[in-house]
């Protein structure tokens, strides 16, 4: 019995090029990019091409999505920054969201 990593070769078919285009076809779409890069260097390449900036506010990510896109060399290029915003107030004073479509704060 063999004990270890899986043998990923033969855990996959993958499809060869005439069945990866038929996928593109349908999907064209809604592909963003069919490389094999992470979602944040696809989004950076989508960005540049179109010549676009982003900005992000969160909460319960507490930056997460900002590291992720400022991880990527040359990403100053199009992204401006992000607001991370825990409290409702900070949500409310600083990013303007109304008080309603908050949840109540947690007693």
Same mark, same amino acid.
């Given at each position: 019995? *063999?004990? &270890?990593?899986?043998?990923?070769? #033969?855990?996959?078919?993958?499809?060869?090029? /005439?069945?990866?285009? /038929?996928? +593109?076809?349908?999907? %064209? =779409?809604?592909?963003?990019?069919?490389?094999?890069? !992470? $979602?944040q260097? %696809?989004?950076? *390449?989508?960005?540049?091409?179109?010549?676009?900036?982003? !900005?992000? %506010?969160? !909460?319960?990510?507490? &930056? @997460?999505? /900002?590291?992720?896109?400022?991880?990527i060399? &040359?990403?100053? #290029? @199009? @992204? *401006? &920054?992000?607001?991370? !915003? @825990? %409290? #409702?107030?900070?949500? =409310?004073k600083?990013?303007?969201?109304?008080?309603? /479509? $908050?949840?109540? *704060?947690? +007693?």
């Open positions: 019995m *063999k004990t &270890g990593s899986p043998d990923v070769e #033969n855990l996959y078919t993958f499809p060869d090029d /005439a069945s990866f285009d /038929a996928l +593109r076809t349908l999907v %064209a =779409e809604w592909m963003v990019i069919d490389q094999d890069i !992470s $979602l260097e %696809a989004l950076g *390449k989508v960005l540049m091409e179109k010549g676009q900036t982003l !900005s992000t %506010a969160e !909460s319960c990510t507490g &930056g @997460y999505i /900002a590291h992720l896109i400022t991880s060399p &040359g990403s100053s #290029n @199009y @992204y *401006k &920054g992000s607001v991370v !915003s @825990y %409290a #409702n107030e900070i949500k =409310e600083v990013l303007h969201v109304d008080h309603g /479509a $908050l949840p109540p *704060k947690a +007693r």
